[in-house]
């Protein structure tokens, strides 16, 4: 800090940092740590353990400054929802008695009280909370899952060296300080799925076995329980896979398709289950019957239902009209998917440092092997359908994380036939950016020095969403003895986003309740029904939150 004080800028100090970093990369590389690699890089148990350990170590290391998320965003309030219901040995959870006060995004009240997402993210919540009692460790899971099998994916397609060098550049972008690694929403899980999806199939066409098919279908299935409609392109993507071959490997990997169509009929099992349970029909999906409910695009329409009281912004009417044409209403045409394609190109930066964008240039030139050409077919595949999609969130493409990785280090692998001090160069810079941003989150992340340099900050988010605001209040609610029963009263100049009702599988049974405030004439009877709750209101959009005992006026 005094250093910053003193007139070295922050971005002078990133300048410093590196360059002591990649020096002591070039002296210490050849001595003792290349022979090593070499001597562990074939040990693949080994090698996958340390892979799925590592981010976990590094993320609990840095426990001090930045603790396990707190949840923000509706999306991850509803995965959590699954995975508490899934914790309860249940699909959906009964309707509650009074569903008007309980009305929230992305849940469905009627006919039963349950997330509109299908389970495969919850499932991986609930693991996590059941065995660690905390949701955010099934987000560990995952990410000790994704490093761990990105390298056993990698090696059906590189060498054990290139093969530990993508594990490692694994940890380093989607380890520690990733935004899958820090929220509830999904990613990891869905990227470990790619990884048993595109590891198997190598192997399956070198030498047919039965656990690389039922990897394969596991990986299938993992993806369909999460993402069903990217599960098309995953899906076709495999198809395309296998067009090539000659006959005499269709036969011998054809063996084991049973294997493969068993184990994606229980996923498509799970599903339909899921559908009834919820929705009381197997062909009516949650997230179906909750557009039918709310209106397509759900967030605004609702807020129009439930909150006519809050209006809607033009920014927020032109978002409306925006996805309302995205959804069929006879206005799209070729420009504007073009036009909304190239918006989106700039969201993939998130699966490559900036160093290796060098990398990406390089595998243009492994594009004259097949198998190359397969994998670019397959990532434009996945950018283009989802392109189809009103939305678009990264973890829509998680999937093939893998195969950006492998982009990386084909083209990393590429340089170095020619230039192999210049691979080495753009390793070391992706090592330096993260080791120089880890170091900064683990011994000087005060509010003094983030203030100072967070603004040079470019690809990490840890924490950064961390939401403040609803911290302070759930402290204060620590603070409550007994039952408490929260209603929210949301400002006229409310942002919709910034839900606040969202509440436990069993309701009933919670310590805290959250419930809209809809008036006290209406808000009595909750008042009945929770007779021996201490009741409170919360005025989030107050600063900071106002959190008082409610008094509604006597009848």
């Known amino acids: 800090m005094t250093i910053v004080n003193q007139g070295l800028s922050p971005a002078d100090l990133v300048e410093l940092v590196l360059v002591a970093l990649l020096l002591l990369g070039v002296l210490i590389w050849h001595p003792w740590l290349a022979p090593l690699a070499r001597r562990f890089e074939t040990r693949t148990g080994w090698v996958m353990v340390f892979l799925a350990a590592l981010p976990v170590v590094l993320r609990l290391a840095l426990l001090p400054h930045h603790p396990a998320p707190a949840p923000d965003l509706y999306d991850e309030f509803s995965h959590l929802l699954a995975a508490d219901t899934l914790r309860h040995f249940r699909l959906a959870n009964p309707p509650h008695a009074l569903p008007q006060f309980f009305e929230t995004f992305f849940v469905l009240q009627r006919p039963t009280y349950a997330s509109i997402y299908p389970p495969g993210q919850g499932l991986a919540l609930a693991i996590g909370w059941t065995l660690f009692g905390h949701p955010w460790a099934g987000v560990l899971a995952a990410t000790a899952a994704f490093c761990g099998l990105c390298y056993w994916m990698l090696r059906g397609w590189v060498s054990p060296r290139w093969a530990l060098a993508g594990?490692?550049?694994?940890?380093?972008?989607?380890?520690?300080?990733?935004?899958?690694?820090?929220?509830?929403?999904?990613?990891?899980?869905?990227?470990?799925?790619?990884?048993?999806?595109?590891?198997?199939?190598?192997?399956l066409r070198a030498a047919p076995r039965r656990r690389d098919a039922l990897l394969l279908g596991l990986g299938l299935?993992?993806?369909?329980?999460?993402?069903?409609?990217?599960?098309i392109f995953l899906f076709l993507a495999v198809a395309l896979f296998w067009v090539p071959w000659r006959p005499a490997e269709l036969k011998a990997a054809a063996r084991f398709l049973p294997e493969v169509a068993l184990v994606l009929l229980a996923a498509v099992a799970l599903l339909a289950v899921q559908n009834k349970q919820v929705t009381g029909s197997f062909a009516t999906m949650p997230e179906a019957l909750s557009q039918y409910q709310y209106g397509v695009p759900a967030a605004l329409t609702f807020q129009a239902k439930v909150t006519p009281h809050v209006p809607l912004t033009e920014q927020q009417l032109m978002d409306y009209k925006m996805q309302r044409s995205f959804l069929g209403e006879r206005t799209e045409t070729v420009g504007s998917f073009l036009?909304?394609?190239?918006?989106?190109?700039?969201?993939?930066?998130?699966f490559f440092l900036a160093p290796l964008y060098l990398a990406l240039g390089a595998f243009l030139f492994a594009l004259g092997e097949r198998r190359f050409r397969w994998v670019a077919l397959t990532l434009a595949l996945f950018a283009l359908g989802t392109n189809f999609f009103p939305a678009f969130q990264l973890h829509y493409v998680a999937a093939v994380t893998c195969l950006f990785v492998l982009v990386s280090v084909v083209g990393l692998e590429r340089i170095a036939r020619?230039?192999?001090?210049?691979?080495?160069?753009?390793?070391?810079?992706?090592?330096?950016?993260?080791?120089?941003?880890?170091?900064?989150?683990?011994?000087?992340?005060?509010a003094e020095w983030s203030a100072a340099v967070r603004r040079y900050e470019t690809w990490d988010s840890i924490n950064h969403g961390n939401p403040e605001r609803r911290i302070f209040v759930n402290r204060q609610l620590d603070g409550v003895p007994g039952k408490v029963l929260v209603f929210v009263r949301y400002s006229p100049r409310h942002i919709f986003q910034d839900e606040w009702v969202y509440n436990r599988a069993a309701i009933d049974d919670a310590r805290i309740v959250w419930a809209r405030d809809l008036g006290d004439a209406e808000n009595r009877q909750l008042l009945r029904y929770y007779a021996d709750r201490t009741a409170l209101v919360l005025e989030p959009d107050a600063q900071p939150p106002s959190l008082a005992a409610y008094r509604p006026p006597a009848p």
Request: glycine letters at 8%; a positive charge.
């Open 339 to 350: 036009l909304r394609l190239e918006y989106r190109v700039r969201y993939y930066r998130f």
């Open 221 to 231: 299935a993992m993806h369909l329980i999460t993402r069903p409609y990217e599960s």
């Open 167 to 203: 594990g490692l550049l694994a940890v380093i972008e989607f380890g520690p300080l990733n935004q899958w690694m820090n929220e509830y929403w999904g990613g990891e899980w869905i990227a470990a799925s790619g990884c048993l999806v595109f590891g198997a199939l190598p192997r």
């Open 418 to 446: 020619r230039w192999p001090e210049a691979a080495r160069l753009v390793a070391l810079l992706c090592a330096a950016q993260f080791v120089f941003w880890y170091g900064l989150h683990a011994f000087f992340d005060t």
